[in-house]
């Protein structure tokens, strides 16, 4: 089989972060037109307790097979792999059964007028997590056989039927918002699951004639059919029935013991992930004390305040993780490595956690001062009216600092920790993760909705000091000091210090020229940016050389 793994994982994940991108921009644009015009509750249900249902259902009957069936082609009998996955569709049923009756039974609502629309959301989004563990073996089929633009072009159209549907009804009736999000979440699961039908009917239909050189079709050029049907002879599906379960004589022949085995395993994992990635929505749901505008507020704040480290920090520490791992061995003490990849690699890690810390804290020193102007641009002046959403940002700018230093600090430490000290620190996680769970819920109560950014500030700050004291313990024995990187440049820290304190001084004499008060912040942007130049310039005169020669290699490569 010619097809490149590598390539399609690199194109798959590439196209993953533009799918992200776009995602959160009509999110945000959704939101954005529901917050002005329907209200904060509406926001809360759909956005926190809705999606938190969806999450939840799916996470937990999908994930564990996929997993456990994704690479077992080679393995296992085809027929065991389907019969296994569609395990996914009975398990998220019942699923779907108890967590309908915990979502309306168990977690308050407190909005009658909401009760019948809530009712019919939940089973709406149960409904809709079944249909679309029905296309779960085309998912891993697709997956395995690398149609990665069959994956981009039906997320895309999923996005699109789904805004559509939900502008559509709520701009019709503007009273049927929760309505809306369930109609179109069922109506854009089901095209996708439809498609994938229709595409892989068309796929079986059209491979025989490929493979006799008869196959011609007007919209489609000769180099997308070889993309398709090239180096596809392993690809022994023939009707879409092969896609359906089959009895195979017995239990035993239907389904494969370690199959099952390495299903159950990733459920055991599945439950804890599920947990320590939703947390927050979990406790929001199951706290009293945040209303549902206030989770509203919440997860609008939360998906701004957040933009920073989806754009900006994970692509660098991706980027990094790799570069570590090929430069630092796990197994061998620093002093027994080659001495010059060592060199490298701390100047790297010096020189990333100087410019990550500088982007922390110029988030911070702004966001202090124009976190009222973003919302209000964003949300309306009714939408910052109660000064809880202002406040929620600039916790959170707080937070971008701490999660600029925890992303790389830990980054390296992942990148060279050994076996036994990654097994030592998963534990260690999930002891920070069910603390952060505990301290959420304790301050929330005291403090509201700050009380999660608090308590999320606390648990990053106590994973960046193991993460300070592994780097450490690692060059105990060498002369490099990487994490000094962390010490930004005097010259740097004054021109910030001066530019937050004209920003403030804008934001209050400006307030309502927001024009002026926005022209002020980009030339104290533009001082503090050439500060930074000033005393980095060594830093950017190597990025500078490296794209220079970048640029000349692949012009005479060319």
Same mark, same amino acid.
């Given at each position: 089989?010619?097809?490149?793994?590598?390539?399609?994982?690199?194109?798959?994940?590439? $196209?993953?972060? %533009?799918?992200? *991108? &776009?995602?959160?921009?009509?999110? @945000? /644009?959704?939101?954005?037109?529901? =917050?002005?015009?329907?209200?904060?509750?509406?926001?809360?249900?759909?956005?926190?307790?809705?999606?938190?249902?969806?999450?939840?259902?799916?996470?937990?009957?999908?994930?564990?097979?996929?997993?456990?069936?994704?690479?077992?082609?080679?393995?296992?009998?085809?027929?065991?792999?389907?019969?296994?996955?569609?395990?996914?569709?009975?398990?998220?049923?019942?699923?779907?059964?108890?967590?309908?009756?915990?979502?309306?039974?168990?977690?308050?609502?407190?909005?009658?007028?909401?009760?019948?629309?809530?009712?019919?959301?939940?089973?709406?989004?149960?409904?809709?997590?079944?249909?679309?563990?029905?296309?779960?073996?085309?998912?891993?089929?697709?997956?395995?056989?690398? $149609?990665?633009? %069959?994956?981009? *072009? &039906?997320?895309?159209?999923?996005? @699109? /039927?789904?805004?559509?549907?939900? =502008?559509?009804?709520?701009?019709?009736?503007?009273?049927?918002?929760?309505?809306?999000?369930?109609?179109?979440?069922?109506?854009?699961?089901?095209?996708?699951?439809?498609?994938?039908?229709?595409?892989?009917?068309?796929?079986?239909?059209?491979?025989?004639?490929?493979?006799?050189?008869?196959?011609?079709?007007?919209?489609?050029?000769?180099?997308?059919?070889?993309?398709?049907?090239?180096?596809?002879?392993?690809?022994?599906?023939?009707?879409?029935?092969?896609?359906?379960?089959?009895?195979?004589?017995?239990?035993?022949?239907?389904?494969?013991?370690?199959?099952?085995?390495?299903?159950?395993?990733?459920?055991?994992?599945?439950?804890?992930?599920?947990?320590?990635?939703?947390?927050?929505?979990?406790?929001?749901?199951?706290?009293?004390?945040?209303? @549902?505008?206030?989770?509203?507020?919440?997860?609008?704040?939360?998906?701004?305040?957040?933009?920073?480290?989806?754009?900006?920090?994970?692509?660098?520490?991706?980027?990094?993780?790799?570069?570590?791992?090929?430069?630092?061995?796990?197994?061998?003490?620093?002093?027994?490595?080659?001495?010059?990849?060592?060199?490298?690699?701390?100047?790297?890690?010096?020189?990333?956690?100087?410019?990550?810390?500088?982007?922390?804290?110029?988030?911070?020193?702004?966001?202090?001062?124009?976190?009222?102007?973003?919302?209000?641009?964003?949300?309306?002046?009714?939408?910052?009216?109660?000064?809880?959403?202002?406040?929620?940002?600039?916790?959170?700018?707080?937070?971008?600092?701490?999660?600029?230093?925890?992303?790389?600090?830990?980054?390296?430490?992942?990148?060279?920790?050994?076996?036994?000290?990654?097994?030592?620190?998963?534990?260690?996680?999930?002891?920070?993760?069910?603390?952060?769970?505990?301290?959420?819920?304790?301050?929330?109560?005291?403090?509201?909705?700050?009380?999660?950014?608090?308590?999320?500030?606390?648990?990053?700050?106590?994973?960046?000091?193991?993460?300070?004291?592994?780097?450490?313990?690692?060059?105990?024995?060498?002369?490099?000091?990487?994490?000094?990187?962390?010490?930004?440049?005097?010259?740097?820290?004054?021109?910030?210090?001066?530019?937050?304190?004209?920003?403030?001084?804008?934001?209050?004499?400006?307030?309502?020229?927001?024009?002026?008060?926005?022209?002020?912040?980009?030339?104290?942007?533009?001082?503090?940016?050439?500060?930074?130049?000033?005393?980095?310039?060594?830093?950017?005169?190597?990025?500078?050389?490296?794209?220079?020669?970048?640029?000349?290699?692949?012009?005479?490569?060319?």
């Amino acid at each position: 089989m010619g097809r490149n793994l590598l390539m399609s994982s690199l194109e798959n994940a590439s $196209f993953n972060i %533009l799918l992200q *991108i &776009l995602f959160r921009c009509v999110t @945000f /644009i959704i939101n954005a037109w529901v =917050i002005r015009n329907v209200g904060h509750d509406v926001i809360g249900i759909m956005n926190v307790r809705l999606l938190l249902l969806e999450s939840t259902i799916l996470f937990l009957s999908r994930e564990p097979f996929h997993r456990a069936c994704l690479g077992q082609k080679g393995e296992f009998n085809w027929n065991q792999v389907i019969n296994q996955i569609w395990l996914s569709v009975p398990l998220s049923c019942v699923l779907s059964a108890i967590f309908i009756y915990i979502w309306l039974n168990i977690l308050p609502l407190g909005h009658p007028e909401h009760s019948s629309q809530y009712t019919f959301g939940c089973w709406s989004v149960a409904f809709s997590c079944v249909l679309e563990l029905c296309s779960a073996n085309m998912v891993l089929v697709a997956q395995l056989y690398c $149609f990665v633009k %069959l994956k981009i *072009i &039906l997320d895309t159209l999923h996005i @699109f /039927i789904r805004t559509v549907v939900f =502008i559509s009804i709520i701009v019709y009736d503007r009273s049927s918002a929760l309505i809306a999000f369930s109609v179109a979440q069922v109506v854009s699961i089901g095209a996708i699951v439809v498609s994938y039908y229709i595409f892989f009917y068309w796929y079986m239909k059209y491979k025989p004639l490929y493979a006799k050189g008869a196959l011609k079709i007007r919209f489609l050029s000769t180099k997308t059919l070889d993309t398709l049907f090239s180096d596809m002879e392993d690809f022994n599906f023939i009707s879409l029935r092969d896609f359906f379960p089959k009895y195979l004589g017995s239990i035993n022949t239907c389904f494969n013991k370690k199959l099952n085995t390495l299903t159950l395993s990733f459920a055991k994992q599945g439950v804890v992930k599920q947990l320590l990635t939703e947390g927050e929505k979990y406790v929001m749901s199951a706290s009293p004390v945040m209303t @549902f505008s206030e989770q509203a507020t919440y997860d609008v704040v939360n998906n701004l305040g957040s933009l920073a480290a989806r754009f900006v920090f994970r692509p660098i520490e991706d980027s990094s993780y790799f570069y570590f791992t090929q430069m630092v061995s796990r197994d061998l003490p620093l002093y027994k490595q080659d001495q010059n990849k060592i060199h490298e690699s701390s100047t790297v890690l010096y020189q990333v956690c100087k410019t990550v810390s500088s982007i922390g804290l110029i988030v911070l020193v702004f966001g202090l001062s124009y976190s009222s102007t973003l919302l209000t641009l964003y949300g309306g002046e009714a939408f910052v009216a109660s000064g809880l959403p202002v406040r929620l940002l600039q916790s959170h700018c707080f937070a971008i600092v701490l999660m600029a230093v925890n992303g790389i600090t830990e980054c390296y430490t992942f990148a060279t920790m050994t076996s036994a000290q990654l097994n030592s620190y998963n534990y260690l996680m999930v002891f920070f993760s069910i603390s952060f769970l505990i301290l959420s819920y304790v301050l929330t109560y005291i403090l509201g909705p700050v009380g999660f950014i608090i308590s999320n500030c606390i648990n990053m700050f106590a994973r960046i000091l193991h993460s300070v004291h592994f780097i450490n313990d690692k060059h105990k024995d060498t002369n490099h000091k990487p994490l000094h990187g962390l010490y930004v440049g005097k010259l740097f820290l004054f021109t910030l210090f001066l530019a937050g304190c004209i920003c403030k001084a804008s934001e209050h004499h400006f307030s309502k020229n927001m024009i002026t008060h926005i022209a002020i912040g980009m030339v104290c942007l533009l001082f503090v940016l050439l500060s930074w130049s000033v005393e980095n310039k060594d830093l950017l005169k190597k990025i500078y050389a490296k794209f220079k020669r970048t640029e000349e290699n692949k012009v005479s490569t060319d």
